[in-house]
């Protein structure tokens, strides 16, 4: 009967405006809709697996990003801040391709990127009734879990039998009510091609993150790599430029308010449909509690990385990990907030649990809101936890050390590696700033015994900073290099692997085991609760939440009115560049020629961002944006701040995704790398 109910509400109508995070195999329930708004393609043009479609041109990037095909020899195009770590690594005092850009003039420039890959999905397909083959309501959760545990692994098995590069997962989806299984091929050659310098990528730092106006040419571009065979191949001199199924065409027509867009990518993570409770936690605790730590972590970095251009480099790609979900949480805490979140779940709850009384869903929220009330006090001292003390490198990399010893794997590649990208002064004085926290707001009992014995015999979290420090081997490149299985007992001696120890004990004996328990149940009971709510809206369409599969989202460009007198259009332009230049922030401190560009005049109105409200999440950043007849228009890359609680709850006046123009990376590749040659292997529609 559940599964009828998630077959039927999928046909519904939408939620409101252009929400909806909607999966491929499953758009031609959309599509009506799609064509309705003037997207003139089909169903089979998204997705299909009897034929070349959209999907064939999308990939996974790396861990967390989404990547385009944009030519049949493998080009793809990215976000900046996607392959930012990539960028950072190939780059040196000498070669500085975070200032100053990089970009290959033939193949033979092209640099690879161990570690690299991109995943192109095969297919997917629903297999619950294959899933849950042999479960029984008499079954307990701990037996519902094996038989889905050995149903997975036969579809996924028989999945990837017999193919190069293919991996298979099984994903549940709407809570456990329903599974999907994925197929993808992962290919494992990806060369860096080109990026622009960060003062165009990485445009606005900090400051604009975010934000709207956006002038950020948040691009860089790869090439897939494969075997001769167009297989997924190791890195080899002997690999070849990789031929995709399908490659997107590139409009050069440009956007207008009210044209259709949809994105397709891979957004991360969202929880549309939790209580008001879940929402209270996160915006009244674990968002402001991270927002304070992470600010504190994000000045320390600031103050060394303005000093030293070496350190600069060091910490770039760390800097703006940190910062990216700091700022996050601020718009996410301020739009849950404007927008009574809070409440309106609360009167939610009030009409559903009178619609539930006396029946199978009687009941449900009130034991959602006991067993939040149970976990809470241990999720908030696993993410003071994990935001104060994993925040110190020097203990994540004896962390990693010795579970390499332990593993008897060398560890020579793993400092070299960590000391690249090292600072002491910064983690001492992160480790000042974490530690004091920790101790001033963790709750007495939440401490670890360790950390209360060692912080009076020290008699400061100052002296006890000078300590470790002076006395762990983990400080010195060399020794760390030089370590072996041998010396295993000598390391797990060292203070910062005590520390590091000591803490790892308390979360997995006294923490991680409740929060496992308690969301265990959490989840179980949401998978009623996901069903409830179907009976409860008929007329409601679900779309499943957001879980790093491919997704489709569609809507329109169109600006917005963040608060009363303020009305933003929504084109970005070249001119709105030349307006933040400041040569004394390094932010704004835009290439020189890119002044004498404008100098020139005729560009003031070139289009560089524009926004449209597409439903995206983390993992949508690269996705492609496309227009009414499937051609590329842009590459997303972020959220307007006001609308940062989409994960949450989505409102359709202010949530906004911000998409690179991609006439702006033309002008970029043409006019400032110079690399024009590149086109000559893109298609273009226009």
């Known amino acids: 009967m559940a599964l009828l109910l998630l077959a039927v509400v999928a046909v519904l109508q939408p939620l409101s405006a252009d929400e909806g995070m909607w999966l491929p195999a499953l758009i031609s329930q959309r599509i009506t809709d799609m064509q309705a708004k003037g997207f003139k393609l089909t169903a089979d043009d998204i997705y299909s697996v009897n034929q070349a479609s959209l999907k064939d041109a999308v990939v996974l990037f790396g861990g967390g990003c989404t990547g385009e095909i944009v030519s049949d020899e493998g080009l793809l195009l990215t976000n900046h801040h996607c392959g930012y770590g990539y960028i950072q690594r190939h780059s040196s005092v000498e070669h500085d391709y975070l200032k100053d850009g990089f970009w290959a003039m033939n193949r033979d420039e092209e640099l690879p990127n161990p570690g690299l890959s991109v995943r192109f999905l095969e297919r997917m397909e629903d ?58 091929k992962i290919y494992r050659d990806v060369r ?108 320390i970095q600031k103050k060394y990385m303005s000093r030293d251009q070496a350190v600069r480099i060091q910490y770039s790609s760390k800097n703006a990990s940190v910062s990216n979900a700091w700022k996050k949480w601020q718009g996410e805490v301020k739009g849950i907030k404007k927008m009574h979140t809070v409440a309106a779940k609360e009167d939610f709850e009030a009409r559903f649990k009178q619609w539930a009384k006396g029946g199978e869903y009687d009941g449900l929220v009130e034991k959602l809101g006991g067993l939040y009330e149970r976990r809470d006090p241990f999720y908030h001292a696993y993410e ?33 590696s960590f000391f690249k990208d090292y600072y002491q002064p910064i983690d001492e004085e992160t480790f000042l700033a974490m530690f004091d926290a920790f101790d001033k707001n963790m709750d007495q009992g939440f401490k670890p015994a360790y950390f209360r014995d060692e912080l009076a015999r020290h008699g400061s979290v100052q002296a006890w900073k ?190 906004r995704n911000i998409s690179l123009d991609i006439r702006y990376l033309l002008f970029v590749v043409d006019k400032i790398g110079h690399a024009s040659y590149l086109f000559d292997e893109m298609n273009f529609a226009d």
Request: charged share 25%; aromatic share 12%; proline share 5%.
């Open 127 to 184: 297999v619950t009734d294959a899933v849950l083959k042999g479960y029984v309501k008499s079954m307990t959760e701990l037996q519902r879990d094996s038989v889905i545990r050995v149903n997975s692994a036969g579809l996924i098995s028989k999945a990837v039998e017999g193919g190069k590069g293919l991996r298979a997962t099984v994903e549940a989806l709407y809570y456990g009510n329903q599974y999907f299984l994925f197929v993808y």
């Open 384 to 416: 003071y936890y994990s935001e104060t003390i994993r925040a110190v490198e020097l203990l994540q990399l004896a962390s990693s050390v010795e579970r390499s010893l332990i593993e008897k794997r060398p560890v020579k590649g793993l400092a070299e």
């Open 192 to 299: 860096l091609v080109g990026a622009p310098p960060s003062s165009i990528g990485k445009f606005g730092g900090d400051t604009d993150n975010w934000m709207w106006p956006r002038h950020t040419g948040d691009f860089s571009i790869f090439r897939v790599y494969a075997g001769k065979d167009n297989e997924p191949a190791d890195y080899s001199e002997d690999n070849v430029p990789f031929r995709p199924k399908r490659s997107f065409k590139i409009s050069r027509a440009g956007v207008k308010t009210g044209d259709f867009t949809f994105v397709y990518g891979c957004p991360g993570s969202t929880k549309e449909y939790v209580t008001s409770d879940e929402v209270r936690y996160v915006s009244e605790i674990s968002d402001p509690q991270k927002i304070d730590l992470r600010t504190k972590r994000l000045d």
């Open 466 to 655: 000078d300590y470790l420090f002076a006395n762990s081997i983990f400080t010195d490149k060399d020794k760390v290099a030089s370590l072996t299985p041998e010396d295993l007992d000598k390391v797990a001696a060292d203070p910062a692997c005590e520390l590091s120890d000591a803490f790892t004990a308390w979360y997995a004996e006294l923490i991680s085991p409740v929060i496992t328990e308690v969301n265990s149940e959490i989840r179980l009971a949401y998978r009623d609760y996901m069903r409830a709510q179907m009976a409860f809206e008929p007329e409601k369409a679900f779309y499943p939440d957001a879980n790093l599969t491919l997704r489709v989202a569609y809507g329109q460009v169109a600006g917005y009115c963040p608060a009363d007198g303020m009305e933003y259009a929504p084109v970005s332009t070249l001119k709105g560049i030349i307006e933040k230049d400041n040569p004394d922030i390094f932010d704004y401190d835009i290439p020189q020629t890119l002044r004498d560009l404008y100098a020139q005049g005729g560009y003031e109105d070139q289009p560089v961002c524009f926004l449209a409200t597409n439903h995206t999440s983390g993992g949508n950043s690269g996705s492609p944006v496309i227009n009414a007849d499937g051609n590329l228009i842009g590459i997303n890359f972020d959220r307007v701040w006001e609308g940062t609680m989409s994960d949450i709850v989505y409102d359709p006046e202010v949530c």
